[in-house]
């Protein structure tokens, strides 16, 4: 089965850096995904870990730790824009089903 | 880049009245689409996975004769909630698997209130 979690809710003040940690159990691991997702709108694709280390993408960067079955996604320079819900999911081996968490509602303030 | 184009994005149906949901790929090919539903502050709840060509692979807990799922070429599937009752009001996301890239795309949602 899997087991993905991940914080309800965090806050943080525009200009500064929030991390949204997941951690995982699953039967395999094939790769792990991170979404962001506004308020009545579908997911949209940030990150894509599947070997250890960290991904830089300009503000957002991803992390993965195969052997601890954690991720976390960093969001850097907060502006209100980033106000979302940021979600973790899980691809494993031989399938293309996700198992997403249940996200992470962060909200930025001036 | 591969654009999955879902319509309706909103509808309002009278309970016991069926509504039919369309996923496209605008520009590519979806051998294999996946079909969530989200109720509000929750997470993405995969309902079914359709093949292009089979018949669709039902998640536990979800009912095949309510939740139809057609998915008859590789640019169209189709997702019919049956005899909708006020229960079924959800967010509806379907979800196109990109073989190259091993990424996925999603549709723009469809906000189904059932009155």
């Known amino acids: 089965g899997q087991n993905i979690d991940q914080p309800t809710e965090m806050t943080a003040t525009e200009g500064a850096i929030v991390q949204i940690n997941c951690t995982y159990q699953t039967s395999g691991f094939n790769g792990l995904f991170w979404y962001q997702q506004h308020a009545g709108e579908a997911p949209t694709f940030l990150s894509y870990?599947?070997?250890?280390g960290l991904e830089e993408k300009g503000r957002f960067s991803s992390f993965l730790s195969r052997s601890k079955g954690y991720s976390y996604l960093l969001l850097k320079e907060l502006q209100m824009k980033d106000s979302a819900s940021y979600l973790c999911a899980v691809r494993p081996p031989n399938d293309y089903k996700l198992s997403f968490g249940a996200g992470t509602t962060v909200t930025v303030r001036a | 880049g591969a654009v999955v184009s879902q319509h309706p994005s909103r509808v309002i149906c009278k309970s016991g009245t069926s509504v039919k949901i369309e996923c496209r790929s605008l520009?590519?090919?979806?051998?294999?689409m996946f079909w969530y539903r989200q109720f509000p502050k929750q997470s993405l709840m995969l309902m079914a996975t359709s093949n292009e060509g089979s018949k669709a692979t039902y998640e536990q807990g979800v009912e095949k004769d309510k939740f139809l799922i057609n998915h008859a070429s590789l640019t169209l599937s189709t997702l019919t909630v049956t005899s909708a009752h006020p229960e079924d009001s959800s967010f509806y996301i379907c979800?196109?698997?990109?073989?190259?890239?091993?990424?996925?795309?999603f549709g723009s949602g469809t906000r189904l209130t059932v009155v």
């Open positions: 979800s196109a698997a990109l073989i190259q890239g091993g990424g996925y795309t």
């Open positions: 520009d590519f090919q979806a051998t294999t």
């Open positions: 870990n599947v070997l250890d």
